[in-house]
């Protein structure tokens, strides 16, 4: 078993929850289980999961309102669960920290497998130096990033991107190479938008001007690569 730990779920469809959460039990996850967003931000405050596997459609307080909070407080990974036909619901979710995405109808393995690599990246940083690059330094110990020795925020999916041009500079990658490389996987799964969203709310924390980037530039018809 790589990486296991404690997952929230959070979904208001019994029957979704009870599928996944066995998943992720067999998988050797420790497993909560809530319908509704004031008790996920309950189970978030006094017992403090590794990831949250989060619906976008909840009541009380929605998977949007859940995410903006859990990002006021932290860091902790989450997996957004958004409904196929409802790309705005992807791209909100994104915009404000998420760090993956599964569409409803989804496969409860894939989404299994989503979490195991989440983890298993989050925790693979023990004793690994830190990287600078010009202005922008990243401690993947402590999962830390600055710029101009000022502290950033970055979701674990940001640091992870970030972590990846930094350890590459000067090369141009596709947004099909960065899901498989970052995100390890394809486009069969995961929509490459997903890359382009990352990539604008990482230039608005490390670039002066994000309109005119220095550091994480487009690569007109092939993606993006970074310059020191």
Partial sequence: MNAPGHVLVVDDEPVVSEVVGNYLVRDGHRVTRVGDGAAALDVVANDPPDLVVLDVMLPSVDGFGVLEIIRRGGATPVIMLTARTDERDRINGLDLGADDYVVKPFSPRELT???RSVLRRTRATHGEPAIE???IRLDPESRTVTVDEK???VTPRELELLGFFLRNPGRAFSRAELL???WRSSSEWQDPS????HMRRLRTKIES???DPRHLLTVWGVGYRFEP
Avoid: F, N, S
């Fill in 113 to 115: 497998a989503r979490v």
């Fill in 180 to 182: 498989d490389h970052v």
């Fill in 194 to 197: 997903t890359v382009t969203v």
């Fill in 133 to 135: 690059c010009g202005r």
């Fill in 209 to 211: 001007d994000p309109d």
């Fill in 151 to 153: 502290g950033v925020e």
